[in-house]
């Protein structure tokens, strides 16, 4: 047994693409874990109920809702798991959603294992290192537009006339990928 994981090693991971979740179990399993898994929001809340883990990594968009639910019904059971948010949609609204609901970090797709297992178990307190490149201003204007259009509850026109800018021109920007 791993010192920094502690004497309860229940981690339980939702995730909804099956390889990478079978993958990433296989290989906190290898650095202490005992984990356990679901592909699903219904699944994640299911295996919640039955028991509550220590620790958890949450994929956010699941094929049948989000894993924000599965946080919430963690922090109904349990107020000490600490909680990873993992998406392949990283945007600054959605990080903060998290973190109010109860995960301790947000990681971006692809994550590989070691950064998972430093998040898990990075001690309160304890600091992230700072990343070697800030996002550039591309970045950052596309995280604004990813916030206001979460806040407008994904209604583009609404979204469209808070930022002074075309419809058409909005939805081009929201069908590409975020700049890096």
């Known amino acids: 047994m791993r010192d920094d994981i502690g004497p309860d090693r ?5 995730d909804d693409d099956g390889p990478f979740l ?9 650095r202490g874990f005992e984990v356990d898994t679901a592909e699903s929001v219904a699944e ?13 990594v949450v994929d956010l968009r699941l094929g ?22 993992l998406t392949g949609y ?13 995960a301790v970090d947000y990681l971006a797709k692809p994550a590989d294992a070691d950064d ?25 204007r596309w995280e604004h537009i990813q916030r206001v259009y979460e806040m407008c509850e994904r209604n583009v026109s609404e979204t469209a006339r808070r930022l002074n800018m075309h419809r058409r021109t909005l939805q081009r920007i929201l069908a590409k990928r975020a700049p890096k």
């Open 90 to 102: 990283g945007n600054i609204a959605t990080a903060v959603n998290a973190v109010k609901l109860g």
């Open 44 to 56: 994640g809340i299911t295996k919640t109920r039955a028991n509550t883990p220590k620790y958890a």
């Open 116 to 140: 998972i297992f430093a998040a898990l178990t990075q001690r309160p307190g304890e600091k992230a290192e700072l990343p070697e490149n800030p996002m550039s201003a591309d970045r950052v």
């Open 22 to 30: 079978r993958r990433l179990a296989r290989a906190m399993e290898a």
């Open 10 to 14: 229940s981690l339980l991971l939702v």
């Open 64 to 85: 049948d809702g989000s894993g924000l639910d599965v946080i919430a019904a963690i922090r109904q059971r349990r107020d000490d798991t600490r909680i990873i948010m």
